[in-house]
């Protein structure tokens, strides 16, 4: 076996998980009246079939003062339960056990949702909700302990294996821990003896709810990383007199909190494994199992981690999001197959962030399991002839899909190597992990049975050679032009050409960016880091607007202006003059309406966004069976729309 | 008493080579094969010295004996090209999942089929330390055993055996023929001769099953078992140290210990050397792990 570690059984508690691997509790936005839905039931199932031997459900609100996303669920009211055992047994039928998460988020929320108070220990806003909260009387503790009790009941009779409580980086208890947010000074607050206080009153309840009998963990926030905040080395003390106590039975861990959520969930930018050394250092002081969770997407590294003894469990997240069935390929030694996570963050992070439904850039089944998930995909009734142009994406998931279906599928690129934009996007600076996309999906297509034909250029004659059934044009698209003045003329190029190195640079350059994402930040940081001076004008309030949602705002901007490029909001570029060596930008404020220059430049770059490139569509149309058009060829989009469509085609022709 | 009748038995036995790490198999209670390199266990190997020894001097027949499948039979060899005169190996499948008690039963069976004057074997397994499987034996059949042996002197009826005895005291004892002797220390085990490796290439190995021994098979193995394996634990790994973040740092350069610092999973260690270094090198490691001398 390739991962004697990984798969190999652990007790946790009265429980022995099969393998080391815990699908990580995340929020999903599927409940359903605040009740466990359907489609949850399907997606968490579909990892426990995938091989997972564990999985943590979604954080559970045990109290109604904690609203803080609309579509919680409310564990405290008994309609919960025939819900559970719903999703209990059908996760219990692949030998997976399954946890659930209960908390309180404190005050990480605000009321809008319950229009209750937030309730906190001490009446400190969080950074995010900016909602002060109300200063928790000491029976308002109380009543949270009994509410804890009553939601963990509620769990047990909904078949679950255990229970894990929050106390990570999203919690009432972490807040009381914390010096940060706990200013009080009666019993729960001030000394660690005393901050400890209330938290543990939330596991003594728990346990004597549930009985010796049942599992109980807590996921506790191994560092909070802000100035005043827990360290790895108070954690450490507390994690061992949670342990001293004897109600837990594991220790999972998360990191940070919302004054730094980029480092709950880091994205591509932040190194693989970057909280093992957190884990590592929890581990070294206690002796319950201990779990590590944070940018650990494949079996390899997971192995090394436990053989290390850096951990005891290792938590997935994204990287079964991604591909709910590594587990089960890592098992076959089948790693060819597995669909490795690149922590992208828009399909997952960036929805949930938005209140939309949990998705994921590479795999558009999630959350649609029931439709979509492993074992619906039918063979063809009829058998076609498929044609697919372009090899992006879109066009690799679209011959990947009617292949399987048993169509007879040729892919075409004009490139020399599959890819599409991928190939292009990669080469921003830190965006190497985006080539793993490519990466995944082109083994795929051949092992789907498609016929892949590169570095030929498809024209509407050499279709009509082809005859084919199906027509699938997956052309992408390409930067435009920016619409004012001397936007063609000298010296002025794209973000592609500029990646590509299609074009030479000056060394002083200034990049107007219309696109707001990594598409103009990764270009800037990739000037820069070859020692270019680099200025950049938006229109947008700030460089990198929608960075946002991904995790990707605060380190991009922080690695930016530690390179030296330079930033300018708010303004609306109207024009662009000059010789090469000697541009310069007109433009004006888009508030107060000035205008003002800005220059001299050796070389400008434009990110404005894409066009499509639908020619070929539209010599085709009228002229085949069967004509469809995918992702960016249709509306310039991201990679998940493209990934999406390409699967949808791939399904239905 | 003349020694021409002399005959000893010296169990062999294979152990694990304790330098490369070993794995635990998933299911159930075990050690993976693969990637296990079995040696003979040291200790064995200086008992069968020490029976070549009086071999030399004395003249006495050597019967060398492994229990197991037949890779064991390299072990045999192994004794053959050092001098031994007989060898056994004793396997069947029925003797699977067997404890040291099932496993004494046929030990003793053997004993009395062969019934040595003496029998060697060494005191303890290089990998998993005590084996109570031959005092048992030599106990089952009113056998004296001395253990912990580190030299042995034959005299008229019988032998005295000095041993190890607490911190570091020394005891001889006495014990009349037959008698067992597990020996802690001792003569270097000689280096065979290349004629005598190549002529023990063609050495014929007896084999023997269950049904040789006249023992029930429900005497042996798991049936004859008091032990069963319940459950198995893994043993928990011993961490290996990674620096962790230091909590007096300021929290914004931890982030940075965190950020530039982690494990860097996908690269391995890169060394430039010149050719003639590489080459020193590998065969250093080579003649270290024994695969060239």
Not at chain 1, 437 to 449: D, F, L, P, T
Not at chain 2, 7 to 28: C, F, M
Not at chain 2, 239 to 253: I, M
């Amino acid at each position: 076996m390739m991962f004697p570690y990984l798969f190999s059984p652990v007790k946790l508690g009265t429980v022995e998980v099969k393998n080391r691997i815990s699908f990580q509790p995340h929020l999903t936005n599927l409940a359903v009246d605040n009740l466990p839905s359907e489609r949850q039931m399907y997606y968490w199932g579909e990892r426990a079939k995938g091989g997972a031997g564990l999985i943590i459900t979604e954080e559970l609100t045990v109290h109604p003062t904690d609203m803080a996303y609309e579509k919680l669920i409310d564990v405290y009211h008994k309609e919960v339960i025939p819900g559970f055992k719903k999703i209990t047994d059908y996760v219990h039928q692949f030998d997976a056990h399954i946890f659930a998460q209960l908390n309180h988020n404190g005050q990480q929320g605000d009321g809008s949702n319950s229009r209750l108070p937030v309730w906190a220990p001490s009446p400190i806003p969080d950074v995010l909700f900016r909602e002060t909260p109300k200063e928790m009387e000491p029976e308002d503790i109380e009543e949270v302990a009994r509410y804890f009790a009553k939601s963990a009941i509620h769990v047990r009779e909904g078949g679950f294996d255990g229970v894990e409580i929050q106390f990570g980086h999203s919690s009432l208890a972490r807040q009381f821990l914390s010096p940060l947010t706990n200013f009080r000074s009666d019993e729960f607050g001030g000394s660690l003896e005393n901050r400890m206080r209330a938290p543990l009153k939330f596991i003594a309840a728990v346990r004597k709810a549930v009985g010796n009998d049942f599992t109980l963990g807590i996921r506790m926030c191994a560092d909070e990383m802000i100035p005043g905040g827990l360290d790895l080395g108070q954690v450490q003390e507390i994690c061992a007199r949670f342990e001293a106590s004897g109600l837990i039975d594991f220790m999972d861990l998360s990191i940070a909190t919302f004054y730094n959520l980029y480092l709950v969930e880091g994205s591509m930018h932040t190194p693989l494994g970057y909280t093992i050394p957190l884990a590592a250092g929890v581990r070294e002081k206690i002796k319950l199992p201990v779990f590590c969770t944070g940018r650990i997407n494949d079996p390899v590294m997971a192995e090394k981690v436990l053989a290390a003894g850096q951990a005891d469990m290792i938590g997935m997240c994204r990287a079964l999001i991604c591909d709910p069935f590594m587990p089960k390929k890592a098992l076959e030694g089948r790693l060819d197959d597995i669909r490795y996570c690149v922590a992208d963050n828009q399909g997952c992070i960036g929805r949930i962030g938005l209140n939309k439904s949990i998705g994921c850039i590479q795999n558009p089944a999630v959350g649609r399991e029931k439709e979509w998930g492993e074992g619906t995909l039918e063979k063809a009734a009829v058998k076609k002839k498929v044609m697919i142009v372009g090899g992006g994406p879109g066009g690799m998931w679209a011959a990947k899909m009617a292949g399987r279906r048993g169509h007879k599928v040729t892919l075409y690129d004009r490139n020399e190597t599959l890819g599409g934009q991928v190939l292009t996007a990669m080469k921003g600076a830190g965006r190497d992990e985006f080539g793993v996309i490519a990466r995944n999906e082109k083994e795929q297509v051949s092992k789907a049975g498609a016929q892949v034909k590169l570095g030929v250029e498809v024209t509407p004659e050499l279709v009509q050679t082809e005859k084919p059934d199906v027509v699938i044009v997956a052309t992408g698209s390409r930067p435009k032009e920016h619409p004012v003045g001397g936007a063609d003329g000298p010296a002025v190029c794209n973000v592609w050409q500029v990646l590509n190195g299609e074009v030479e640079l000056g060394a002083n350059v200034c990049l107007i960016d219309y696109d707001g994402h990594q598409r103009a930040t990764a270009t800037a940081e990739f000037l820069a880091n070859q020692g270019k001076t680099v200025h950049m004008i938006t229109s947008s309030l700030f460089i990198g607007a929608e960075l946002g949602p991904t995790q990707d705002l605060y380190l991009s901007r922080q690695r930016l202006l530690q390179k030296g490029v330079t930033f300018t909001p708010d303004i609306a570029v109207m024009e662009i003059a000059g010789e090469a060596g000697a541009k310069t930008i007109k433009g004006f404020n888009v508030y107060s309406n000035q205008w003002a220059e800005w220059g001299p430049y050796d070389t400008v770059v434009l990110a404005m966004g894409q066009k499509v490139n639908d020619d070929l569509y539209m010599s085709l149309k009228g002229k085949v069976p069967e004509l469809y058009r995918i992702g960016d060829s249709v509306a310039p989009r991201k990679v998940d729309m493209a990934i999406w469509e390409g699967h949808r085609v791939g399904r239905e022709i | 008493m003349s020694y021409k009748d002399l005959h000893i038995l010296v169990l062999l036995r294979e152990v694990s080579d304790p330098r490369p790490p070993a794995r635990v198999i998933t299911r159930g209670a075990g050690i993976s094969d693969r990637g296990l390199r079995r040696v003979p266990n040291p200790a064995d190997l200086v008992a069968l010295e020490e029976a070549l020894v009086l071999k030399d001097r004395l003249g006495a027949r050597v019967t060398v004996l492994a229990v197991g499948p037949a890779r064991l039979d390299d072990t045999l060899r192994l004794a053959f090209s050092m001098g031994a005169d007989r060898g056994i190996r004793f396997w069947d499948h029925g003797l699977e999942g067997g404890d040291a008690v099932a496993d004494t039963r046929s030990l003793a069976r053997i004993l009395t089929i062969l019934s040595p004057t003496l029998v060697f074997t060494g005191n303890r397994l290089a990998d998993r330390g005590d084996d109570p499987v031959p005092a048992l034996a030599a106990a089952a059949v009113d056998m004296p055993c001395i253990g912990a042996a580190i030299s042995l002197t034959l005299n008229k009826n019988g032998v005295e055996g000095l041993r190890k005895g607490d911190r570091g005291s020394r005891q001889v004892v006495a014990a009349p023929f037959p008698c067992a002797v597990l020996f802690d220390e001792g003569a270097t085990p000689r280096y065979p001769s290349v004629e005598a490796v190549t002529a023990s290439l063609i050495a014929s190995i007896e084999e023997w099953e269950l049904a040789d021994l006249g023992l029930p098979f429900w005497e042996a193995g798991a049936t004859g078992a008091y032990l069963a394996t319940a459950e198995y634990g893994a043993p928990r790994p011993d961490p290996v140290r990674v620096v962790t973040p230091d909590p007096q740092l300021p929290a914004f350069e931890r982030i940075i210990s965190l950020l530039s610092g982690g494990i860097k999973a996908r690269e391995g260690r890169t060394l430039s050397v010149s050719a003639e270094d590489t080459v020193e090198g590998l065969w250093r490691i080579l003649s270290e792990e024994g695969l060239v001398t």
